[in-house]
């Protein structure tokens, strides 16, 4: 049985206190080597049931170097924290800890798939581990959370320096020539050097190190098999808990006073302009790389050529839509993209918005994706301001405004960020329209790309009045 050496943390209040957290457990985590013979090294995996917060964790314990497996156990539980880059160990930790204590042999290093000082504050899910278990511990990433590197060569064992804030956090790997390097990072109780050679070691016929797949395949086995659905945290089903979040979220309370910031200090928005919604549906087009008041210009045209409805543009030629949505900019491009997306308009709901909005919302963002030219920002804006739908609209504002207040990393998934904020807020159509709009009220006069006015920033004074 492995038990943990310090108790899991307590549910964080809010972000400032999950950081607070993360921060104090820092103090505690010792980058040098104390792996001593390593005989048996574990690698855990996390698991999500879609549409839910039900999910499993699973450790594998194999010889080392061998590669054998001894043992294995898992576990199935409910989230107790919002997904949010930078704070996964909150999230995912205290499940990996159930499996962990299961475990009837204790590794002598654990390899989690996730990151450990390549963190934004130094301090990823595989140190939290390493520091609650007292086990050596070591990150091993398919993908980035911060830093930047170089190309590592292509022969197996290739590395090259994973840099961040000008120091090295970690290296990308090269297990296997030909194929995407992986990033290891130290955790806990361990050097930079004896991770790599770890991890390479536990590399035999694929990319991923045996532990973490192995965990991975389990884990993935169970969530599958799963017969009955996870109890919910606040007493409901599993899908009114996922569908209707927001009011125990820790982050609930810190956004929505954000929001009422914003609101007090700029009023309502009454976004989206556009006279109609399938006006509202041409704009999210022809807004992509330009500003508004281009958009305006082109929308202009097609009024004044009685050309802005469905039926007109569906007949009209391309060259001439080109022409009329010129102010708009990549005329041509846009021009072909609009076509598409009336020929998916037309054909599968006649034309009306109406028709549109008595559909599944999933169905008609997987709709929207896959017309040409028509990304998730796109696709979420139709949904919200035009089908009136409970989608939050993700933008680069968003992303800049809350990675400087610490939020996640400025360089976050757009899912990521997008199900931060609808794990955290009611689901509800009229706050989502009215606090994309503040965002890029704020962007636009405050937070601005070089260098934002923090010092008269509304949101900095809210925080130190």
Same mark, same amino acid.
């Given at each position: 049985?492995?038990e943990?050496?310090?108790?899991?943390p307590?549910r964080p209040?809010?972000?400032?206190?999950?950081?607070?957290?993360?921060?104090?457990?820092r103090?505690?985590?010792?980058?040098?080597?104390?792996?001593?013979?390593?005989?048996? /090294?574990?690698?855990?995996? #996390?698991s999500?049931?879609?549409?839910?917060?039900?999910?499993? &964790?699973?450790?594998? @314990? !194999?010889?080392f170097?061998e590669m054998?497996t001894?043992?294995?156990?898992h576990?199935?539980g409910v989230?107790?924290?919002?997904?949010?880059?930078?704070?996964?160990?909150?999230?995912e930790g205290?499940?990996v800890?159930?499996a962990?204590?299961?475990?009837?042999?204790?590794?002598?290093v654990?390899?989690?798939?996730?990151?450990?000082?390549?963190?934004?504050?130094?301090f990823?899910?595989?140190s939290?581990?390493?520091?609650?278990?007292g086990?050596?511990?070591?990150?091993?990433?398919?993908s980035?959370?911060?830093?930047?590197?170089g190309?590592?060569?292509?022969?197996?064992?290739?590395?090259?320096?994973?840099?961040?804030k000008?120091?090295?956090?970690?290296?990308?790997?090269?297990?296997?020539?030909? /194929?995407?390097?992986?990033? #290891?990072?130290?955790?806990?109780?361990?050097?930079?050097?004896? &991770?790599?050679?770890? @991890? !390479?070691?536990?590399?035999?016929?694929?990319?991923?190190?045996?532990?973490?797949?192995?965990?991975?395949?389990?884990?993935?086995?169970?969530?599958?098999e799963?017969?009955?659905?996870?109890?919910?945290?606040v007493?409901?089903?599993?899908?009114?808990?996922?569908?209707?979040?927001?009011?125990?979220?820790?982050f609930?309370?810190?956004?929505?006073?954000?929001?009422?910031?914003?609101?007090?200090e700029?009023?309502?928005?009454?976004w989206?302009p556009?006279?109609?919604?399938f006006?509202?549906?041409?704009?999210?087009?022809?807004t992509?790389n330009?500003?508004?008041?281009?958009?305006e210009?082109?929308i202009?045209?097609?009024?004044?050529s009685?050309?802005?409805?469905?039926?007109a543009?569906?007949?009209m030629p391309?060259a001439?839509?080109?022409?009329?949505?010129r102010?708009?900019?990549y005329?041509n491009?846009?021009?072909?993209? !609009?076509?598409?997306?009336?020929?998916?308009?037309?054909?599968?709901y006649?034309?009306?918005?109406?028709?549109?909005r008595?559909?599944?919302?999933?169905q008609?963002?997987?709709e929207?994706?896959?017309?040409?030219?028509i990304?998730?920002?796109?696709a979420?804006?139709?949904?919200?301001?035009?089908?009136?739908m409970?989608v939050?609209?993700?933008?680069?504002?968003?992303?800049?405004?809350?990675s400087r207040?610490?939020?996640?990393?400025?360089?976050?998934?757009?899912?990521?960020?997008?199900?931060?904020?609808m794990?955290?807020?009611?689901?509800?159509v009229?706050?989502y329209?009215?606090y994309?709009?503040?965002?890029?009220?704020?962007a636009?006069?405050?937070?601005?790309?070089?260098?934002?006015?923090?010092?008269i920033?509304?949101?900095?004074?809210?925080?130190?009045?």
């Amino acid at each position: 049985m492995v038990e943990p050496v310090l108790k899991h943390p307590r549910r964080p209040k809010n972000y400032k206190d999950a950081v607070r957290i993360q921060e104090r457990l820092r103090s505690r985590l010792v980058l040098e080597d104390h792996t001593g013979s390593v005989r048996l /090294v574990a690698g855990a995996d #996390v698991s999500y049931d879609k549409g839910s917060d039900c999910f499993h &964790a699973a450790v594998v @314990v !194999l010889k080392f170097p061998e590669m054998e497996t001894i043992e294995e156990a898992h576990v199935s539980g409910v989230a107790p924290f919002p997904y949010i880059p930078g704070l996964l160990s909150f999230r995912e930790g205290p499940i990996v800890i159930k499996a962990l204590k299961k475990l009837k042999n204790r590794p002598d290093v654990i390899l989690i798939d996730g990151h450990g000082v390549a963190h934004p504050r130094g301090f990823g899910i595989a140190s939290h581990m390493g520091v609650l278990t007292g086990i050596p511990s070591i990150g091993c990433a398919k993908s980035l959370l911060v830093g930047e590197f170089g190309d590592p060569g292509t022969k197996r064992g290739s590395t090259s320096p994973l840099v961040y804030k000008g120091a090295e956090v970690g290296r990308a790997l090269r297990t296997k020539e030909r /194929v995407k390097p992986v990033f #290891v990072s130290a955790g806990h109780m361990i050097s930079l050097d004896r &991770a790599c050679e770890i @991890v !390479l070691g536990c590399c035999t016929k694929y990319r991923l190190p045996e532990p973490t797949r192995m965990a991975h395949i389990l884990v993935n086995k169970v969530r599958k098999e799963a017969l009955t659905p996870c109890p919910s945290p606040v007493g409901r089903g599993v899908k009114d808990c996922h569908s209707e979040r927001s009011e125990e979220s820790v982050f609930s309370k810190e956004l929505l006073d954000i929001f009422n910031t914003l609101l007090k200090e700029y009023g309502p928005q009454r976004w989206w302009p556009g006279e109609t919604p399938f006006e509202v549906m041409v704009g999210a087009i022809l807004t992509q790389n330009t500003n508004w008041t281009n958009v305006e210009k082109a929308i202009g045209n097609l009024k004044r050529s009685d050309s802005l409805s469905a039926e007109a543009i569906h007949a009209m030629p391309e060259a001439r839509l080109a022409e009329l949505i010129r102010p708009s900019g990549y005329f041509n491009i846009k021009a072909k993209r !609009l076509k598409s997306f009336i020929k998916y308009f037309m054909e599968n709901y006649a034309g009306k918005t109406e028709i549109m909005r008595k559909r599944d919302a999933a169905q008609i963002r997987r709709e929207l994706l896959s017309v040409t030219g028509i990304g998730p920002e796109t696709a979420d804006s139709i949904m919200l301001y035009a089908l009136e739908m409970p989608v939050f609209v993700v933008d680069a504002y968003t992303k800049r405004i809350f990675s400087r207040h610490g939020f996640f990393p400025p360089d976050s998934d757009y899912h990521e960020v997008q199900r931060f904020f609808m794990d955290s807020l009611p689901r509800d159509v009229k706050l989502y329209n009215e606090y994309h709009a503040l965002i890029v009220r704020l962007a636009k006069e405050k937070c601005i790309k070089k260098a934002g006015e923090c010092r008269i920033c509304v949101l900095t004074k809210a925080k130190n009045p």
